[in-house]
């Protein structure tokens, strides 16, 4: 069998769409979880757009033009919760308990990055995730990685508010844009904690601001 091209994907989608366009929504789906944060009277999908002639470019996606290949902005590398030669983790301000970045040193999206490095990452990706799941406001640690914004690797950790149950699974991120802001020094709080965790186990330097 050969593979379906995105041409064919896309018309396959297009036959589901009634005169407008539209996608009806899928009730037995996301809109019919009990953790969904919009009610459903008037809800629609937008219309489907037309296929792109190619997939838009991503930030650095030329090595020389990444953020990676500039100095650090002073507010940013204050911000750093935990860092060694090869990997920054880098604290977000969202309106979870906590949240962050991590970045290899070195520019590589994740579909390149060398044998070491990968290794290297899902260690890092679960000391992350047991660090931030001993805060006593977290119930789990969510991981995202989505590649369309940067060319450079930069998974995701988010801190899920505990006994929060409409904020479980992946509407999240459509709760965490309606919340109220979590204050600075609670949010560097935490950080800081999974910054230590992380050089208790793996070494490296902690908190930027803590240093």
Known sequence: MSLET??????RVAAATDAEGRLPVAIEAMP???VFPFELDGLRIKPLEALQDAEPPRDGEDPADCSCRQPMP???????????????????????PVS???????HHDVADLPDELAAEM???????TAAVEELPSVGRCHIGRYGDG???????FF???????????SCLLDWEENLPEVPEDVRLANAAHVGRRLV???????PAWER
Do not use: S
């Open 6 to 11: 995105a041409e064919q994907f896309h018309a």
């Open 32 to 34: 019919g979880w009990d």
């Open 74 to 96: 002073p507010e940013r590398a204050a911000l750093v919760a935990w860092r060694n030669e090869r990997w920054l983790l880098v604290t977000l301000d969202m309106r979870l």
């Open 100 to 106: 962050f970045i991590l970045r290899p040193v070195e």
């Open 122 to 128: 899902g260690v890092l990706m679960a000391r992350i």
């Open 150 to 156: 940067g060319a450079h690797a930069h998974p995701f």
């Open 159 to 169: 801190g899920r508010p505990a006994r929060m149950a409409q904020l479980r699974g």
């Open 200 to 206: 208790e186990r793996l070494g490296g330097d902690g």
